[in-house]
């Protein structure tokens, strides 16, 4: 049986204009990059739900990342970040201020004689795994069902398989929204679990590099990466829209598992649903709405404090106002 709960009624847009009043979009004087009023970002997050930032940018290059600040700084607007929004919960009444999302910022350059990678912000970490694979460089195979970017994998500590990003990474290329770039070492990042400093401020990572092992077969290394890639399919459900685990797991404990013994697999709130596959992932499982999977992440966080006395933390970024 699915159990459920009618959600309230849904808050308005925070940028409704009548289409005749909607604000143009803003050419940067000496780069291509336009600023996009409005845009809708469900369809740039992997929960497929959420309202409209109110203003939008995808730089090509870190020209346009400069450009894109400056202006901001002018308009004194707020900033957020984002890479392949596979980590996000949108609110559906948008996101206030400029979003920059690095989706563009997407290459890798593979170094020979340091067994180093260097990437692009917005590589897709699959690609980057099966690429390394491809030159029989280990090192990455943990991360290829992770559907985030190299710089949210940087600044999440993105993790799988008992491995994680501050295994391999040795420095990260930040430019804070004043311009300054600088670049960090992985220790300046003070990682732990599915955390680090860079959470805690509005830098952007352009580009990291990571330490790689050569030397092995590409066929080695593919086979690995692809077991990977099967045994995460076989345990976790990728059909519908998630965020991947909601929850970070609280010490000594599997956060699913506590969820999985209140019976919680398959509640639904709305359109969202707590996975039958994996308790730690809510689905965007019917036309959901970001309050619905707010409410649900809610629901699970009660019914966890109220049984077991633990309190779970979200793993997953709110955006905008819940
Ligand atoms: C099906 C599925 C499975 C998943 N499995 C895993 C898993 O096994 N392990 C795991 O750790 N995660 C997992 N995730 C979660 C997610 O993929 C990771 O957290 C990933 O690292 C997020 O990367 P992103 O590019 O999507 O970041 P986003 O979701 O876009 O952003 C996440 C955070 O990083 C910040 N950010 C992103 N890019 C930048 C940048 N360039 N500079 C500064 N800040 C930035 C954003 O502001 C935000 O705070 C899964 C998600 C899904 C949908």
């Not at 890798?108 to 340091?114: G, L, R, T």
């Not at 797991?249 to 697999?265: F, V």
């Amino acid at each position: 049986m699915t159990l459920s709960f009618n959600p309230p009624l849904q808050m308005p847009s925070l940028f409704y204009f009548p289409q005749n009043q909607k604000p143009s979009a803003i050419a940067l004087p000496g780069t291509k990059c336009i600023i996009q009023p409005q845009v809708s970002l469900a369809h740039l997050t992997s929960f497929r739900v959420g309202g409209e930032a109110q203003w939008y940018v995808a730089p090509q290059n870190i020209n346009d990342v400069e450009a894109s600040f400056e202006w901001l700084q002018k308009q004194d607007l707020p900033l957020t970040l984002m890479g392949a929004g596979s980590n996000l919960l949108v609110s559906d009444r948008g996101v206030s201020g400029l979003v920059v999302c690095t989706r563009h910022l997407s290459y890798s350059n593979f170094d020979p004689e340091s067994g180093t990678v260097t990437a692009g912000a917005g590589e897709p970490l699959p690609k980057l795994a099966w690429k390394a694979a491809k030159h029989g460089w280990k090192g990455l195979e943990w991360s290829v069902g992770i559907p985030g970017t190299v710089g949210g994998a940087v600044v999440m500590n993105a993790g799988a398989h008992i491995s994680s990003t501050q295994d391999v990474l040795v420095s990260v290329k930040v430019i804070a929204p004043d311009g300054t770039i600088e670049t960090l070492s992985a220790k300046d990042l003070n990682y732990s679990y599915r955390s680090s400093s860079l959470q805690k401020d509005n830098r952007l990572v352009i580009e990291a590099t990571f330490q790689l092992q050569p030397g092995f077969t590409k066929e080695e290394v593919r086979a690995i990466t692809s077991q990977n890639l099967q045994s995460r399919k076989q345990s976790q459900p990728y059909d519908k829209p998630s965020c991947g685990s909601v929850f970070r797991n609280p010490n000594s404990y599997k956060a699913g598992w506590l969820i999985e013994q209140l019976g919680l697999k398959g509640y639904m709130i709305g359109g969202a649903q707590v996975a039958q596959r994996h308790a730690n992932f809510i689905l965007n499982y019917n036309h959901a709405k970001a309050s619905d999977i707010f409410n649900l992440i809610n629901h699970v966080q009660e019914q966890v404090e109220k049984h077991w006395a633990i309190c779970l933390h979200p793993e997953v970024k709110l955006l905008g106002e819940f």
